[in-house]
């Protein structure tokens, strides 16, 4: 690279030929530096400022000390820049701190790049391409977040080189349209070099006064500035860029990490604000009271409003309430009584104009009182503070009862005015659900007149979110929120009749309705409305109490709504979804809220219910699978379903099932029947690429093989075989708690199988009887023991366990087998820990399932200890190992004999007599 740039060699060689030879030589340098030597990073496109992990010898070549002087002079002299040569700049930036043998060669190392730099700022090298720009931003951000400051800080350039830095960025800044992408790396400079800073002062005596007092301020403003100074070009449509306020996510990222500079600095920076603040009120009030205002004018000012009380809201985000000091907690009462008596103010211009502002003020209105809810109106963090202060002169809150008062009147006041496409109704109701969710601040909302109102009239005709019938997730949000308050006002009879008269009126309304008129509209909107309203609240019930009441209101008459629509709209997939979601979440013993008292026949009768709605929706399913476009939302998705409904009523243990059969109750063998039949109907490779439905059948297989219920269970040869395919394939999922699930599977069934062997019992017999399965499941599981590492040794060694007790004379066979093929080194060791783990005491007991565990652990770790690494025995192996098995045609595994090196074969199979 160094010959190409002096031009030493190629001399004779075309300019254009150079050019393309140096841009393929820095971008195979760019390859060779971004490398994952040790496996860190498991997802490679990320491009986050990372510490590179560069081999220890490469270490001459990176700290020579011509190597960044002749990078930074390429890039300086080619024309156009090339891109990859700054890529290059910024990974040698982000070299990881521990590469360096001592603090003196790293100083050395960083002084060289912060010259680089600060020649490249100060020249303005390259800085009209975009990219180039960008590029020279991203190498700030990768040099301030990998290195330590304190290490050049005392050098005579580093006070230049910030003077620089700070010019570059509020140039920039004032300037972010042209490279909007830019913003973020030169704010996480900043935040990277204040963090670095505060910590080194935590040591000191005292701060840097030019860098707390000063700059993070001066940042700030021009980042401020700048945004408002955009509004207009934005609004007119004058500017390509797009509006930052359309992104919340990434701009409340880049205003967090001002805020947290702030915090260095904050009375200077909140004075700051609050004058912004106050000036913008100010403008706000003579628009709206003009004799006739300018749309585009309120607009205008209603979006720099937007800005700056984000901006409050990230201040209140950013405080450490251990850290605040009584006088910032001064300047933070004085934001809010700016953001209070602003909210007034768009209060009275609604009320003039009969139509709601920005939403960008709206929204930044809510995510400020978000924060301001977090940071002093909890339990504990309103104490001690001097928050009140100004609240109580300017807008007369004065503790914190009153002040949640004002949030809640918020809430519902947008609720009510705000369309349901609108991002302020899902921003109200996270805020509602907020504080709903906690228990002081529960009991607080509890006792508010405006929230008992709102318990009493919450239906569609006073907010008109709840009149859009697609909205599932606000509807659920909203009445899972109103039932933590009820339950936490004192639920009882009246209050629970009060509440749900409203449902009762509707529900009944449906039920009333013939076939015909109940699949049409208006009253399929309605039926799916009340379904997700229903499962929000029950969703919410958290306490026995409270559950008992709704099942007596729902049951046994309104559950008709349930089976109505799962029977009626075969066809419409959304409502039959909906239905079965509902009856889950109503068989889900969360809490333990369904433990019925003992002489209660409420369990049987849940129990009758979700196996009728089961069976109804199988026998739909089973009768002709039609063409599908989308067959995971169409057919597997409710299948899947209908496996949680039964996992939920099993696992619930709030009902004898066992007693069914005794006394003739065909819903058991109705259930177990419906399900196996669905089972059956899913191709095991659809079955597992589904993660829900992977994950819903794996906890019904785990349920439905507990010792307690595997009796019960109609199972055949065929069954099993296909839910022992389900096992095998599943033990090599990517996700880890399908492998778990799979392995408690196999553990029960062949527990099972051992417990039961002298009882005649179905199940035990066809389990002991399809060896080649038990023998299938071993290899699989000895596999993962012998050739995998990232698995969980005791969810592993159980299902093992149990079957090396079935077919312990294969497992040694086939450990043999493998152990053949291994090194002479690596058999050794290898042998010595396989004797180990199969000297085992394999009888079912707690205390030798234990054992085997440990000796599984040991193994792994003295596998790993030793460095051994297993060969697979790869197709052509496997074949000088006919003696030992052949695979037939129908897939099937016989044991034929072995082959094995002698002393492996000595060791291990006299363990098998």
Known sequence: MRNILSGSAMASTAVNVKKRLLSEVLALQKICLSFDFIGLEPDESSDDPVAIQVPSSWRDIILEDGLIAAYFEGYRSLDPPQCHEAKVLGLLASVRRSFFPDDSIREKYLNRLMLGITDLIKNSVNMKSAESYHHTCRLLARFASIHIFYVIDSTPHFKNFVALALKFTADGLSLWEASPNSVNPLLTFWYRLSVEIERVASGSSEKDPKLSADIYPEIIKVYLMAMLNSVSAISAGESDADNPLDNEDELFGNLLMLAKMARNSYKVCAEMLSMLLEQAATNYQEVIHAAMPSEQAISEIETKLAWLIYMTSAFFEARVPYASLPEDDEWDSLLVSRVMVLDRAVLERINKFSRPPSEYLELSILKFYQNFRKAYLTDQGYRQTKIFKHLSTTVNINDVESALAHIVKKVMYDLEVWPASSRVIPRSLDILHEMSAGYTMLRQLAKMELISELLKSHGGSRFKFLDVVGDRRARMQFYGSLCRILAAKGLDETSFSEFVESWTGAVDGLLSLSDEVFCEEPAKSRALRMLYDLRGFVAALSSRASFALFFDWFYPHRIGLIHRTVALYKEDVAMQIAALRLMAEFTFNSSQRLNFEVSSANGILMFREASNVIYEYTGQKLKGARACTDVYKERYKGMGLCFSILTNVLSGNYVAVGVMPLYGDPALGNAFTAVIGLLKSIPVSDLLSYPKLAGWTMRLLETIFRESKAEFVPIDVETYGHVARICLEALGHVKQAVMASACTVIDNLCTYALEHQHRRKRLSEIVRSERDILRALVRELLNILLFEEHFGEWSLSRPLFVLIILEKEYALSYVNWVSQYQSLEV??????????????????????????????????????????????????????????????????????????????ETDLTAMAD
Do not use: W
């Open 827 to 904: 058999r050794e060791p290898l042998v010595k820990g396989l004797i180990e783990l199969f000297s085992c005491d394999f009888s079912l007991k707690f205390d030798c399932r234990d054992r085997f565990t440990q000796a599984v652990n040991r193994y792994h770790r003295n596998m790993r200890a030793k460095g051994i690494v297993l060969m697979m025995p790869t197709s052509q192996t496997k074949s000088l190992a006919s003696d030992l098995m052949t695979l037939g045609a129908d897939g099937k595994v016989e044991a034929v004999g072995i082959v094995a090196p002698q002393a492996a």
